[in-house]
């Protein structure tokens, strides 16, 4: 593990991704002490960016970059907590379905692709609707309908690794399903940590488009909550960009900053393999 | 249980009695169910303490019988007997005997092996399985089983990435033995070994062999690996048994097919020489009443329409061939 | 005798990030015209680069460092990427190791011959499409297999498709590396039989390369045996099979005659690490008859009776 993170520092891309996800995660852990002020509190509205208010003040009078730095810790709180949830779930029934006879796995598998043909927005919203507003439920709502993809990008994994002969030859020592499973898990590791990290860039978005919507909680300042109110109150006819392309920037930002980690966990995997298979070549 | 060639015999470990294995073939367009029929009722046995050399080329179904043997594979007809008893009968304790009994090495040393733990990790996965030793004893019994196949301790914590081809096998091997099994199935050992290590592998098949008695499963499409070490001979083709014999007794292969195989693999003969006919059919769609036919010099008009079951044309010697019908 | 290929002391590395492995460490030979020349070697001995680098084919982070390949005359590492075009396939073509995957599985093999002809031809598509159908014919397939997808054809019918796209623009040379090692033996046999067929119809030269010596005696008329990056001995085959000089080349022999016999016989130690050469000659750890000059000194290849060369301080 340490190896790979040291790996991962060696490159710029790994450096650019890891600073970003430490950086916002300070900004939200410590988001009370940083803040220059309450993010509902009420200011002259439309401020321009000044000494005083940095990105201004949105339409309702309140200070963008507190609700950006407040709206930081929400936002990368659900993401993560949904990322998670969606990683127990989509593990779950991926190895189940891999690991399983045949049978069990086509059952679980056509059932996937029906949560999976759904398009997410709407059976997002309907969920949300059902539960209620709040932030747990937003929770629960992606970790509910987001699950298939990852779940069938375990299961194509474990399945391309339970062909290979060593888990032949552990079966023929007599690995039972359980001890199979408890091999595999290693060579899966990297492909968990890199889907954790897309979900929670894809977390961040459809929260924001939750909390647009007004269905997160809009009591509470996320990065969709901002867009909530900036949308409602008409920050766009009155040309008050701020509210909206900060939120949006940061989103981005961490975006890239997870497909770059992404992309240099991949590398550092990789090259392990191909170096160790012999020079293919000679 | 009879076969067609031995009643059941004390000395015989292993009897595999008109075994079929078919794999459906899925996505077909007319819904019809299409198989590959891989093995196609075959019946022979494997001696104790004998080496028993399958050959034939790729497609025969050899490896699959290796592995159905092992339980990797389902037949879908037929019977596999192991001391007497019916493998897919068994109960619990009896699983877990034949698991210690029955082992196999595979033909690419590198994919065998997990590569994420050392050579330790990969010896000491059948005894955690079994629960058979103590974690302390376990370094011990694999250093020593490591002597076994020439290897120092020292290679207990190196990565199967470290080694060379040769010493992983030799890796493979000793974990195959580490269960102290009575069977061992090697599927070609030695085709992704270089040239000169070859001997190496195949004289230290050998002398496990005779150290601890052991019965093999010799897998292979190499006809000198096969001549070299077997004391039976058992050939295939497209999933049928055509000829059995013993090769202490050996004198010359009879089957056309085995004799095709011998020729071929003998360089020195010039390609004017070989009888070369046909092109390798499918296993989907075998030919009718002899498979081979399409392929053979010989072939005659019933070979086209009938099945040629195996006969024995001299003592220990079976061959399936109309040529050798003594009617 | 006329050469159609002419390499000289070339070094091929590849810069990895556990050093520099050294594949082509110092090869030196020719290819003479309509000659069927073998090179014979284990895994990890450089063959395969060696066969890259005839065709420009080395990529990052391998290297040509240095040396000259001739191919009718023309140095062809200092062409220009358009001349390098020209040469390719029309010079020189390559048979690949697992050609048969190396088929395009979702193209039709028709179209992936007539892509091939006109990538580095200029015709007309129907003129191509004839000339595909005259080689498939001239490989022993069926021209009606034209539009069959690869899948649909057997091992040895596949090889047969990059056999005759091989041969597609007549080179004068053809290069062909393990073109058999995944084929049966029949198969395989009838391949070569193909191969020593259209190499005296074309009159092509064929530089074949495998790890099966026996393969090799049976079909070419010289074998250079190449071990961690260099060339060993160099001679005719009849010479190579009466009296085989550098003691690698004896252990290979003498395994496969062992075998045969029923007995085994093996060289002891495994091929070298081509990062960490063993210092002097590269095979003294595993040889039985070592001097204190092989551990010091690399042996070069010498002359030691006509067109016979053997690179080892023990010999001649």
């Given at each position: 593990m340490l190896k790979i993170l040291s790996l991962i520092l060696h490159d710029k891309r790994g450096i650019f991704g890891i600073s970003t996800l430490l950086f916002f995660s300070l900004i939200g852990i410590f988001a009370p002490y940083i803040s220059p002020y309450d993010p509902f509190a009420i200011w002259t509205p439309n401020l321009p960016i000044s000494l005083r208010h940095p990105l201004g003040t949105d339409p309702l009078g309140r200070d963008v970059l507190s609700q950006l730095i407040w709206g930081s810790r929400t936002s990368?709180?659900?993401?993560?907590?949904?990322?998670?949830?969606?990683?127990?779930?989509?593990?779950?029934?991926?190895?189940?379905?891999?690991?399983?006879?045949?049978?069990?796995?086509?059952?679980?598998?056509?059932?996937?692709?029906?949560?999976?043909?759904?398009?997410?927005?709407?059976?997002?919203?309907?969920?949300?609707?059902?539960?209620?507003?709040?932030?747990?439920?937003?929770?629960?709502?992606?970790?509910?309908?987001?699950?298939?993809?990852?779940?069938?990008?375990?299961?194509?994994?474990?399945?391309?690794?339970?062909?290979?002969?060593?888990?032949?030859?552990?079966?023929?020592?007599?690995?039972?399903?359980?001890?199979?499973?408890?091999?595999?898990?290693?060579?899966?590791?990297?492909?968990?940590?890199?889907?954790?990290?897309?979900?929670?860039?894809?977390?961040?978005?459809?929260?924001?488009?939750?909390?647009?919507?007004?269905?997160?909680?809009?009591?509470?300042?996320?990065?969709?909550?901002?867009?909530?109110?900036?949308?409602?109150?008409?920050?766009?006819?009155?040309?008050?960009?701020?509210?909206?392309?900060?939120?949006?920037?940061?989103?981005?930002?961490?975006?890239?900053?997870?497909?770059?980690l992404i992309s240099v966990l991949e590398e550092v995997v990789n090259p392990k393999i191909k170096e160790v298979r012999r020079w293919k070549p000679f | 249980m009879e076969s067609e060639i031995d009643a059941f015999r004390q000395d015989h470990l292993v009897h595999i009695i008109h075994l079929k294995i078919y794999f459906p073939i899925k996505g077909s367009v007319f819904f019809s169910k299409r198989y590959v029929r891989a093995v196609d009722d075959v019946t022979f046995s494997i001696e104790k303490n004998k080496i028993t050399g399958l050959m034939g080329e790729s497609g025969c179904g050899k490896t699959t019988i290796g592995r159905a043997i092992v339980m990797l594979e389902r037949p879908t007809e037929g019977k596999i007997i192991f001391e007497g008893k019916d493998i897919w009968k068994l109960n619990k304790t009896e699983l877990k005997n034949f698991r210690r009994s029955v082992q196999m090495i595979f033909q690419d040393p590198f994919a065998s092996l997990n590569p994420l733990q050392t050579v330790f990790g990969n010896l000491s996965l059948p005894l955690s399985v079994h629960g058979l030793s103590k974690k302390s004893e376990m370094r011990e019994l694999c250093a020593r089983t490591l002597e076994e196949v020439k290897l120092s301790p020292e290679y207990l914590d190196k990565y199967p990435h470290q080694l060379s081809g040769g010493e992983r096998q030799r890796v493979c091997i000793a974990r195959a033995m580490?269960?102290?099994?009575?069977?061992?199935?090697?599927?070609?050992?030695?085709?992704?070994?270089?040239?000169?290590?070859?001997?190496?592998?195949?004289?230290?098949?050998?002398?496990?062999?005779n150290k601890y008695n052991l019965t093999l499963l010799l897998i292979s499409h190499d006809l000198s690996i096969i001549r070299g070490l077997s004391d039976v001979i058992v050939t295939m083709y497209l999933g049928k048994v055509v000829e059995i014999l013993s090769s202490k007794k050996y004198t010359e292969f009879l089957h056309p097919y085995s004799q095709l195989l011998a020729y071929a693999s003998d360089f020195s003969i010039e390609d004017e020489k070989l009888p070369l006919k046909g092109d390798v059919p499918s296993a989907i769609n075998p030919p009718s009443g002899c498979r081979f036919h399409p392929r053979c010099i010989i072939a005659t008009e019933k070979c086209k329409k009938e099945v040629p079951s195996l006969k024995e044309v001299n003592p220990g010697h079976y061959v399936a061939c109309f040529l050798y019908d003594r009617r | 005798m006329e050469t159609v290929l002419e390499i000289n002391d070339l070094h091929v590395s590849y810069f990895t990030q556990r050093g520099e492995v050294k594949a082509v460490n110092g090869v030196s030979l020719n290819v003479g015209k309509m000659e069927r020349f073998g090179l014979v070697g284990e895994s990890g001995c450089g063959k395969s680069t060696l066969a890259h680098s005839i065709l420009r084919l080395i990529k990052p982070p391998g290297k040509i460092i240095k040396g000259s390949i001739c191919v009718d005359g023309v140095d062809i590492l200092r062409l220009s990427k358009e001349d390098l075009r020209s040469f390719r396939w029309k010079k020189v073509s390559i048979i690949f190791q697992g050609a048969m995957n190396s088929l395009n599985p979702t193209h039709r093999i028709g179209s992936q011959l007539v892509e091939a002809i006109l990538a580095h031809e200029r015709m007309r598509k129907e003129e191509a499409l004839n000339k595909a159908v005259d080689l498939l014919k001239l490989c022993g397939i069926d021209p009606l297999r034209i539009n069959s997808y690869p899948f649909q054809l057997s091992g040895g019918m596949k090889q047969r498709v990059v056999i005759a796209m091989a041969i597609a623009l007549n080179p004068s040379l053809i290069i062909a590396d393990e073109p058999t090692t995944a084929l049966d033996v029949v198969t395989e046999r009838k391949i070569l039989a193909l191969l020593k067929d259209l190499q005296k119809k074309f009159k092509f030269s064929i530089f074949m390369i495998s790890h099966n010596i026996d393969m090799l005696v049976n079909f070419c008329d010289r074998i250079a045996v190449m071990y961690a990056g260099k060339i060993v001995e160099v001679a005719p085959t009849k010479c190579i099979i009466s009296h085989p000089l550098h003691p690698y080349l004896r252990g290979l022999l003498r395994s496969r005659d062992a075998l045969s016999r029923g007995e085994f016989w093996f060289i002891s130690g495994s091929p070298p690490d081509l990062i960490n050469l063993p210092s002097g000659c590269a095979f003294h750890p595993r040889c039985q008859m070592i001097a204190e000059k092989c551990r010091r000194e690399s042996p070069t290849l010498k002359e030691v009776e006509h067109n016979h060369f053997v690179s080892c301080h023990m010999v001649g």
């Open positions: 990368l709180i659900v993401s993560f907590t949904a990322a998670l949830g969606i990683m127990g779930i989509g593990l779950t029934i991926g190895l189940i379905s891999a690991l399983s006879r045949p049978l069990v796995d086509e059952v679980l598998m056509r059932f996937t692709d029906v949560i999976l043909y759904i398009p997410k927005l709407p059976l997002l919203i309907f969920f949300a609707l059902i539960l209620g507003r709040g932030f747990l439920n937003v929770v629960l709502v992606l970790s509910l309908t987001m699950w298939p993809q990852t779940a069938r990008v375990i299961r194509s994994e474990v399945l391309s690794i339970k062909q290979r002969p060593f888990i032949d030859a552990a079966k023929i020592a007599g690995a039972g399903t359980l001890k199979i499973l408890a091999i595999i898990l290693p060579h899966i590791f990297p492909l968990i940590l890199a889907s954790i990290l897309t979900l929670i860039t894809w977390s961040l978005i459809y929260e924001a488009s939750l909390g647009f919507l007004g269905l997160g909680d809009p009591s509470v300042m996320s990065w969709g909550t901002m867009f909530h109110y900036a949308f409602l109150s008409g920050a766009i006819y009155l040309r008050n960009y701020a509210p909206i392309i900060a939120p949006g920037l940061c989103i981005t930002l961490i975006g890239v900053g997870m497909n770059s | 580490i269960l102290k099994p009575r069977f061992i199935i090697a599927d070609e050992p030695t085709s992704m070994i270089d040239a000169s290590i070859k001997g190496e592998i195949c004289k230290l098949l050998i002398e496990l062999k | -």
